[in-house]
């Protein structure tokens, strides 16, 4: 499967969009290694295969408040009940979550979100 490409952009997570790692200050300058520095990452550089992950928009009182676009980590589990033999997802904490505040880049990444293929829901 190639990877669908698409313009949406976000403050990386792994810096908080300072582009600065000040532990790291002795590699690179500091420079954020998943932003090269620049502080925002195009969600298609970061997210990658999109088979975790999950676009969660939370509404309050009908109105948008924000949305959380997270990499959820699971490992699949069986147990046997009765003599059938069960697979289950066991979620883990996520690998990696970033909370979206601006309701036109929510809104972009919920367009494109069936494509690329991330779950989408609506929590109100």
């Not at 790291?24 to 195009?42: E, K, M």
């Not at 289950?88 to 909370?99: A, K, P, Q, V």
């Amino acid at each position: 499967m190639t990877a669908k490409v698409f313009t949406t952009s976000c403050q990386c997570p792994n810096c908080g969009g300072t582009g600065k790692l000040p532990h790291y200050s002795h590699i690179a300058n500091g420079d954020c290694f998943a932003c090269q520095g620049t502080g925002t990452l195009q969600l298609r550089d970061f997210i990658g295969s999109n088979k975790d992950v999950v676009l969660d928009v939370e509404m309050l009182r009908g109105k948008f408040w924000h949305a959380w676009l997270r990499c959820r980590t699971w490992t699949n589990d069986s147990s046997t009940i009765n003599g059938v033999k069960q697979t289950y997802h066991n979620w883990g904490r996520d690998l990696w979550c970033i909370r979206i505040d601006d309701i036109e880049q929510a809104r972009a990444l919920w367009k494109k979100a069936k494509a690329m293929g991330i779950q989408a829901t609506i929590l109100d």
